[in-house]
């Protein structure tokens, strides 16, 4: 199993990214696609959560914001990232687990992709 992140880079402020999450080694279709995020410092914090029906989560400092989505047949997630602020500052992380399907907190997730670096800066 690997799920592998892509598409981090450097943003001004109000700018956007969009990171896709590949995932190998087992069929997403049936397992819960998250988003997770970790600054200097800080505690990961789960972003987002697709489930394999296609309801999506969000944490409230991204909501309104950051849209995920999901391409079973590319076996791919996706975060859409707009209005991006320096405070979303981080290495991005995608996480897949089948049992949850409601949970923002990464301890419930099995398997885990390298991060990839998220800075946003003028």
């Known amino acids: 199993v690997q799920l592998q992140a892509s598409g981090g880079g450097l943003v001004q402020p109000g700018g956007s990214l969009r990171l896709s999450c590949a995932a190998s080694g087992f069929t997403s279709d049936d397992y819960s696609l998250g988003w997770f995020r970790q600054a200097p410092g800080k505690e990961r914090e789960g972003v987002s959560l697709i489930t394999s029906d296609g309801t999506t989560f969000y944490s409230n400092s991204v909501k309104g914001r950051f849209t995920s989505s999901r391409d079973n047949a590319k076996n791919t997630s996706y975060l859409q990232m707009n209005s991006l602020k320096p405070e979303d500052t981080a290495v991005y992380y995608c996480?897949?687990?089948?049992?949850?399907?409601?949970?923002?907190?990464?301890?419930?997730?099995?398997?885990w992709g390298q991060g990839t670096q998220v800075t946003v800066s003028s």
């Open positions: 996480a897949a687990d089948k049992y949850t399907d409601d949970s923002l907190d990464w301890e419930d997730y099995d398997y």
